[in-house]
């Protein structure tokens, strides 16, 4: 095969590889609803030991925020909640967990569930897991201004809330770091 022969058949394939799970289609979501939260008051940079970060809601979905973002991975203490709001504003899906007790079921999911996010120009799976004691489910999943949450993890759910992603969110599409 001639060299420009071999760049066009390896153009062909990178389409493939670069596919991530199919995400579930209309039909299969319908029966799932992921409202928009009002509009917060406030996107603001805040201190992260700030009073004022997010929107008021548990867990909150938007509002004033740290500066930095956390890296997109699984957690096993829990961050400071004022820096994954701030991942939201990039597009980033966040999942929680609350299980004093532990859960490791429940986290395997979340982290199986995490996989399934966009990835970013980076490379970098545009998600993270966490645990948040707040929460008062045991279970929620949060993009820019939307939730769910329940007390078991849905995957058919969740797989309809990614396709959401970056959807409405100030800074979409954002990388993660890792």
Known sequence: MSPPLRLVHLLLWIPLFACG????????CAPHDFPLAPAPASTQHVSCSSTQCGDGLNPPTSGPHCANTLSCRAYDTEPNRCMWVHNLEHGHAVFLYNCPEGCPEI?????????EARVGSNGVVRALVAPDSRIPTRVAALLWRRSWSADAPDPAALRCLLRLQDQGAPEPELPCLP
Do not use: G, W, Y
Not at 21 to 28: I, K, N, R, V, Y
Not at 107 to 115: D, G, I, P, S
């Open 21 to 28: 799970p199919s995400l579930p289609d209309d039909a299969e």
């Open 107 to 115: 986290v395997a999911t979340l982290t199986e569930l995490q996989k």
